[in-house]
């Protein structure tokens, strides 16, 4: 069974530009959540995804946002990038999310901002 | 607001001996528990849970236990290997929540 699958692995932006990321869960799961890592801090949530609605969101601006799609795939975007948003994103899927499931998480995506 | 914390940023022990891992949280809704295993440039790994109507889990060589009244839990790696030195995450969820929780992260070191 194929894992949790992210695009780009790596990408180098430039402030103000804007960023879109993939993410294919694993066969069968229907809930998405993205994560963000920056050095020295935990993993971050952004946002959970179920049959393309977004169930919970985490304390990120607005620039951030995602959406799933009808076959469970998903994006987050990030606007107007800031040097801040240098981080590693992941993604992780489940069958049904946090509900006493575990989450699989991808090997990320890789943003530098310069 | 940090409902999960891993207070030790690193631990360093003997290949063979026992590696003891440890996180708090705040929240007594949490019901779920996590550790995760993370190498640099990759995806964090699950390793095993653990029910909050469990006090104990045991998978191989990894033995979780959650004690409830004093909200900790812990993780035991026996005996531990070089190949486990990583990056360990706690992590607890909340029934109808639909988010998982990280703790900052223990970095482990395995010395041969």
């Known amino acids: 069974k194929a894992g949790v699958t992210q695009t780009p692995r790596y990408l180098i932006k430039t402030r103000g530009q804007q960023v879109t990321l993939s993410c294919s869960p694993i066969?069968?799961?229907?809930?998405v959540s993205w994560y963000q890592q920056t050095p020295g801090q935990g993993l971050q949530f952004l946002f959970e995804y179920f049959s393309e609605t977004q169930r919970n969101k985490g304390n990120f601006p607005g620039r951030f946002s995602g959406r799933q799609f009808s076959n469970s795939r998903s994006e987050m975007n990030v606007s107007t990038l800031e040097l801040g948003d240098s981080a590693l994103y992941l993604c992780?899927?489940?069958?049904?999310?946090?509900?006493?499931?575990?989450?699989?998480f991808g090997e990320g995506s890789w943003l530098t901002v310069v | 607001d940090q409902q999960v914390k891993q207070n030790s940023p690193s631990l360093s022990v003997q290949e063979g001996r026992i590696s003891i891992l440890n996180c708090d949280y705040t929240?007594?809704?949490?019901?779920?528990f996590l550790w995760y295993k993370k190498y640099p440039a990759e995806g964090p790994t699950f390793l095993i849970s653990?029910?909050?109507?469990?006090d104990k889990n045991e998978d191989g060589r990894f033995t979780v236990f959650l004690n409830k009244s004093a909200k900790h839990l812990s993780l035991h790696i026996v005996p531990s290997q070089p190949g486990d030195s990583a990056v360990y995450f706690c992590?607890?969820?909340?029934?109808?929540?639909?988010?998982?929780?990280f703790g900052a992260g223990t970095r482990l070191f395995v010395k041969a």
């Open positions: 992780a899927s489940s069958l049904m999310g946090a509900k006493g499931n575990t989450i699989y």
């Open positions: 653990i029910s909050s109507i469990k």
């Open positions: 929240n007594s809704m949490f019901d779920y």
């Open positions: 992590a607890a969820s909340v029934a109808g929540g639909f988010k998982t929780i």
């Open positions: 066969s069968g799961h229907r809930s």
